[in-house]
Nanobody, 129 residues
Framework: VQLQASGGGAVQAGGSLRLSCTSSGHTLSTYCMGWFRQAPGKEREFVAAISWRGTNKYSADSVQGRFTISRDNTKDTVYLQMNNLKPDDTAVYYC???????????????????????WGQGTQVTVSS
């Protein structure tokens, strides 16, 4: 599975961006999907995740109320709508695909980066003050 993240850019604080993650040659509906980010000098951190059909969504405390994850399985695309962006949101954003057990506790499982098996190349988001 090859994932492509796009939609990053440079915005001012308070602005919005929508990231997209698509797959080439493979349906994403069989995977839970997540977004992670990594700022310079920092470890990669969880941002948001979504279950197979979009029924369950999870997000980091730092982005709750500002970022929304969604998916359109008819288009094999996952989105991250980012509103009210802050300079601390500056990072490279990665989308990733996970195939967790159906009986697992998704809210915990999907927050861990090592639970993801496929990763996109990342898209840069820069927020200026």
């Amino acid at each position: 599975v090859q994932l492509q993240a796009s939609g990053g850019g440079a915005v001012q604080a308070g602005g919005s961006l929508r990231l997209s993650c698509t797959s080439s040659g493979h349906t994403l509906s069989t995977y839970c999907m997540g977004w992670f980010r990594q700022a310079p000098g920092k470890e990669r951190e969880f941002v948001a995740a979504i279950s197979w059909r979009g029924t369950n969504k999870y997000s980091a405390d730092s982005v709750q109320g500002r970022f929304t994850i969604s998916r359109d399985n008819t288009k094999d695309t996952v989105y991250l709508q980012m509103n009210n962006l802050k300079p601390d949101d500056t990072a490279v954003y990665y989308c990733a695909a996970s195939n967790p057990p159906r009986t697992g506790l998704l809210s915990i499982f999907l927050r861990e980066s090592d639970r993801y098996v496929y990763w996109g190349q990342g898209t840069q988001v820069t927020v200026s003050s």
